[in-house]
């Protein structure tokens, strides 16, 4: 039997204690193998699609978890006619196709795009705008409809960005990754950008940045210290990357080796899954609106990303994906598409007062990456 079929909450409509049920969203950057892989010879290696031609094995894994899939679906991967098509059946059966830029494999190209993975804010504004709009029309072409909800290609999200995706009809971006510190990567010249400060006491929330709604994934820091003011300025101390970073991860050793706190990302692949379990568990436990599972679409695969060379290494990914939803799912979460979650969460703050509440906590500081 499906794990979101036992809980009966589509019945019930409200969880815990009479408030809305947390709603576990799955989140897949959709996109061409091995978007690590080194340049060889001053060139980046030819986009290819095993693991998008191959993803019947991870709709049909989900469909017998009984959850829907929010597939965040980059250019290539759009204009490749045999992933359109598994993407095309996967929204049949009720799953969302979401948009996800690669600036270097969306056209207009820039010189660098040929050598390069750059951050989106290393393009020139005017080339930033028309990749959006080539990534919208390559959606419409494949799927016959705009994407509502989008994700940032290395998480390079900033104002600009936000501005550009709402005047293209977004209507929701997932682009944010509290407590977590991508300064320790780099694009053409610019270091990732630093999620940190958005860490904050509670479960992350959904909040408007203004058309938009944006949804952080989810991460939680789990251990005797808590989720509190406290705890939480802990964590952002120790996920400390980038210039004079040996201090966090100092820190963020003697916390994990002690486990008076660990910063848990609950994302397949990424903790032991006693870890990923018990985040998921605090997470609804605490109230949180959405509950958003991120991962590649080529960890899925084997041989197509860093994570999974091996046959073991997408087993532990398929594994993992099940005790998170199982332990969502018993704990009263509710699975959906990422859309479907907002509008949900749209509905129950409509009341007068409600949207202010909980709109200011997770209200997003979209300053530009560090540099």
């Not at 036992?6 to 019930?12: K, V």
């Not at 009720?94 to 948009?99: L, M, N, P, S, V």
């Not at 020139?124 to 909800?149: C, I, N, Q």
């Amino acid at each position: 039997m499906a794990l979101a079929g036992r809980a009966g909450m589509a019945d019930r409509g409200y969880g815990e204690g009479g408030r809305p049920p947390t709603r576990l969203v799955i989140t897949v950057d959709t996109e061409p193998d091995d978007q690590w892989a080194p340049p060889v010879r001053g060139r980046l290696p030819r986009l290819t699609f095993e693991n998008t031609r191959g993803l019947h094995r991870l709709s049909d894994h989900a469909r017998r978890l009984g959850i829907a899939m929010t597939w965040m679906t980059s250019y290539a991967t759009a204009r490749d006619p045999l992933s359109a098509a598994l993407l095309r059946e996967c929204a049949a059966r009720g799953d969302e196709i979401a948009g996800h830029l690669h600036g270097w494999e969306t056209p207009p190209f820039a010189d660098f795009d040929s050598a390069a993975r750059p951050f989106i804010g290393e393009y020139p504004a005017a080339m930033r705008l028309a990749k959006h709009e080539t990534l919208v029309r390559a959606h419409e072409d494949a799927f016959g409809r705009r994407p509502l909800s989008y994700r940032a290609g290395r998480w390079g999200v900033d104002a600009l960005e936000l501005e550009h995706i709402a005047a293209l009809g977004y209507e929701i971006d997932s682009s944010i990754a509290p407590g977590i510190d991508f300064r320790d990567r780099c694009g053409l010249r610019t270091l990732g950008p630093d999620f940190r400060r958005h860490l904050r006491a509670g479960p992350p929330r959904p909040a408007r940045a203004g058309t938009l709604w944006q949804v952080p994934v989810s991460v939680t820091p789990i251990g005797p210290l808590g989720r509190g003011p406290a705890g939480a300025a802990v964590a952002r101390f120790a996920a400390r990357r980038g210039a004079r970073w040996q201090a966090g991860v100092l820190a963020h050793r003697a916390l994990d080796r002690s486990g008076l706190q660990r910063l848990v990302w609950v994302r397949p692949l990424r903790h032991p899954r006693d870890l990923l379990v018990a985040a998921t568990r605090e997470l609804v436990r605490q109230g949180a609106p959405i509950l958003n599972v991120m991962f590649h679409s080529s960890e899925a695969f084997v041989g197509t990303s860093p994570l999974s060379r091996t046959q073991t290494d997408t087993d532990r990914l398929y594994g993992d994906l099940a005790a998170i939803v199982r332990a969502a799912v018993e704990a009263g979460a509710e699975p959906c598409t990422l859309r479907d979650a907002v509008a949900a969460v749209a509905g129950t703050q409509s009341a007068p007062g409600r949207a202010a509440a909980h709109a200011s906590p997770g209200t997003p500081d979209l300053r530009a990456p560090s540099r």
